[in-house]
């Protein structure tokens, strides 16, 4: 037989054990920031420079020392429609090298598409 003592371990063992909320993830932001934004083009801005220095001879054709990216980011945060907004020097090698870089970008996931691409000015 069972003793006093085993019958009451049974008991507490079939007592119901209690459990922690987790509330679900949080959903994504809403919108992208110009601050995101930001944070995204300082953390990738070696590999800027790095095209900078590899094309260096295709950069005097843009004296003022200053160009223009443009693109898009979708929800997920991935880029899209990568293109050199600057005149003199869209389809050169140094644009395809920095349009390769910021193709590989991530943003923070979002809720709601910018309706406007992104027009960033690097200075170099």
């Known amino acids: 037989g069972f003793t006093a ?51 260096a001879a295709d950069t005097s054709a843009e004296k ?8 898009s980011v979708q929800p997920g945060g991935e880029t899209t429609n990568v293109a050199m907004d600057t ?8 644009a395809g090298c920095i349009e390769g870089v910021v193709r590989g970008w991530k943003f923070p996931v979002h809720s709601v598409r910018m309706q406007e691409p992104i027009r960033f000015p690097f200075v170099f």
């Open 5 to 55: 003592e085993a019958e009451a371990q049974a008991e507490e063992d079939s007592a119901p054990t209690r459990t922690v909320y987790v509330p679900p993830a949080l959903e994504a932001r809403q919108h992208l920031t110009p601050e995101d934004v930001k944070q995204v083009v300082l953390a990738n801005q070696p590999a800027i420079t790095a095209c900078l220095r590899q094309h």
């Open 64 to 71: 003022s020392g200053r160009f223009v990216m443009r693109w």
């Open 87 to 94: 005149q003199a020097l869209r389809a050169t090698p140094l």
